[in-house]
């Protein structure tokens, strides 16, 4: 073999494995588990915490995607909710929080949904985001008003 060709594999052998370094040193389980998928941001009233909490592990389980929870009070102004972060979706008993949101992002996907036995609950969903995430919202929304969530409020006294 001459020089000319043995420095030639060592090139190539160097840029390959200059190729897997990456994958060499990323961390174990980074590839393929939750950091990889979305998170739907949902705002909700504080007294919607339990319930949300067990529809969530529902949802995660049908739908593959983790829901980010905010709760707040009824006395927290819409202002101050559009401050924290994104809204996927805004659950409250609060019209004027409501309404709030929808002034601010005019991004609401639908009409919003009135849900509760106890006191009277209303849940939107919100067009931030890619195309995905909307329709994410839409369905953690149709889970909240639909039986099986209606089934989880009852049982929290909702």
Known sequence: MGSGEGALRAALGLALSLCWLPLALASPGTVGTALDEPKLRVFADSSLRDAFGELAAVYNRDYRADVAFTFVTPATSGERILGAAP?????????????????????????PQVFGRSRTYQIAAYAEGPVWMQSLARDFVDLVIGRNGQAVLAKWGL
């Open 87 to 111: 809204i996927n979706v805004f659950a409250g008993a609060n019209p004027a929080q409501l309404e709030a949101v929808q002034r601010a992002t005019g991004k609401v996907l639908g009409r």
